[in-house]
T-cell receptor, first 115, second 108 residues
Framework: EPEVTQTPSHQVTQMGQEVILRCVPI?????FYWYRQILGQKVEFLVS????????KSEIFDDQFSVERPDGSNFTLKIRSTKLEDSAMYFC?????????????FGSGTQLSVL | AQRVTQPEKLLSVFKGAPVELKCNYS??????LFWYVQYSRQRLQLLLR??SRESIKGFTADLNKGETSFHLKKPFAQEEDSAMYYC??????????FGQGTRLTINP
């Protein structure tokens, strides 16, 4: 079965630094998502992306966050100036359509640690 | 706000015993509910969705609108069922709202 690939698996950064988390969605998928999970908490929706623009974002996804699909295969999440509370597991996901029953395929996640 | 509640963080049962993982939701419209599973060292993956009325790996889940529940059940647990289970509600077309998750351990 095709997989969503995320790199790196672990990222350590200093507070205030910029980080870019990378994802390669499944090749024929059209909808892309970022979720995150702070240790011990729920998996939370951050943003969805379709047709080269954000289609929905949560309150967490403030001006410090941005997403991009720079080359037709990668899907990136950038945090401009990381804060301690950004430490979390970040999951990328993709789906083939926007249907209500559509299955999301998740990547294995990037563990971000902000020191 | 829409909410998904999984009251049990941890659940431990013996192999061969029945399993029920609880999920309750609050949603103003017609809910679309899912169970996702994460086995050790693996990615989060869809287990089943209510609209399909399917049984996957022996698991079933029935949507009970009166009780606003979507409990996951399996009559005879197997050791390979040990995993983290997440109930999720689709909000709008784009967003999944997840519960806290239940860590299921099947004892031999």
């Amino acid at each position: 079965e095709p997989e969503v690939t995320q790199t790196p698996s672990h990222q350590v950064t200093q507070m205030g630094q910029e980080v870019i988390l990378r994802c390669v969605p499944i090749s024929n998928h059209l909808y892309f998502y970022w979720y995150r999970q702070i240790l011990g908490q729920k998996v939370e929706f951050l943003v969805s992306f379709y047709n080269n623009e954000i289609s929905e974002k949560s309150e967490i996804f403030d001006d410090q966050f941005s997403v991009e699909r720079p080359d037709g295969s990668n899907f990136t999440l950038k945090i401009r100036s990381t804060k301690l509370e950004d430490s979390a597991m970040y999951f990328c996901a993709s789906s083939g359509s926007r249907g209500y029953t559509e299955k999301l395929f998740f990547g294995s996640g990037t563990q971000l640690s902000v020191l | 706000a829409q909410r998904v509640t999984q009251p049990e963080k941890l659940l431990s049962v013996f192999k061969g015993a029945p399993v029920e993982l609880k999920c309750n939701y609050s949603y103003s419209g017609s809910p679309e509910l899912f169970w996702y599973v994460q086995y050790s060292r693996q990615r989060l993956q869809l287990l089943l969705r209510h609209i399909s009325r399917e049984s996957i790996k022996g698991f079933t889940a029935d949507l009970n609108k009166g009780e606003t529940s979507f409990h996951l059940k399996k009559p005879f647990a197997q050791e390979e069922d040990s995993a983290m289970y997440y109930c999720a509600l689709r909000e709008g077309a784009q967003k999944l709202v997840f519960g806290q998750g239940t860590r299921l351990t099947i004892n031999p």
